[in-house]
């Protein structure tokens, strides 16, 4: 049984690879991105930075800089016009999160039994969520979860019965619930700085190589997937039962 052990061995060092491999370097099942992603040398504006290696199309890119968005019939406009730097800033995190390849660690299923797929605490840099929580300091919104609970009534996000549009400090009183809340814990606020290697930033300069790369491989290598190690263990609790 000597060469059984050998194999077991092998398997529990490769598996985190595996494991890693595969949450690297890939795409969102939704509606919106690609199945896989590749150059696209049209992205439009705020989203240009993922031309190289990017999980949307031209199109996409030009409907996440709508006030009226079409990719989710969402709109920046509930409680009346946003200041440029705050919409800016949503404008970047859309583009974020339908381009990035680089967000496989905290792709999750929406349910179990549905093929959509979400992201959850993705680790923002410090200095990503500070900046956007002071350039929507006064703008308005009437929900600290963008993500439901909405009024579609008329096709489009409108506030619910009896909300009220205030300031975004009154819902957001810190840059981390900003991050956290606003779309139901798809961000983390971070504690670690930008070039730390441990965080995500939601933009960076088009000129600059990626630096979301680097983070998610270490991110993929330090959490291997559970899938395969519960099957690894069954097989090695197997193999002892028969040796």
Known sequence: MKWW??????????????????????????????????PEDQLYDECTPWKDNACCTANTSWEAHLEEALLYNFSLLHCGLMMPDCEKHFIQAKCFHQC??????????????????????????????????????????????????????????????????????????TPADLCEKIWSNSFKASPERRNSGRCLQKWF????????VAVAQFFASSAPSWELSYTLMAFSLSLLFLS
């Open 5 to 38: 052990w050998q194999l077991l061995l092998g398997l529990w060092i490769v598996t985190p690879i595996w494991a890693g491999d595969k949450r690297l370097n890939v795409c969102m099942k939704t509606k919106h991105h690609k199945l896989e992603p590749g």
């Open 205 to 212: 300069e088009p000129s600059q190589c990626n630096p979301n």
């Open 100 to 173: 990035s390849p680089n967000l496989g660690p905290w792709i999750q299923q929406v349910a179990p039994c549905e093929q959509e797929e979400r992201i959850v605490d993705v680790p923002l840099c410090q200095e990503d969520c500070v900046q956007w929580w002071a350039d929507c300091r006064t703008s308005r919104t009437c929900k600290s979860n963008w993500l439901g609970g909405w009024d579609w009534s008329r096709g489009r996000s409108r506030c619910p019965e009896r909300s009220r549009c205030l300031p975004f400090p009154y819902y957001f009183p």
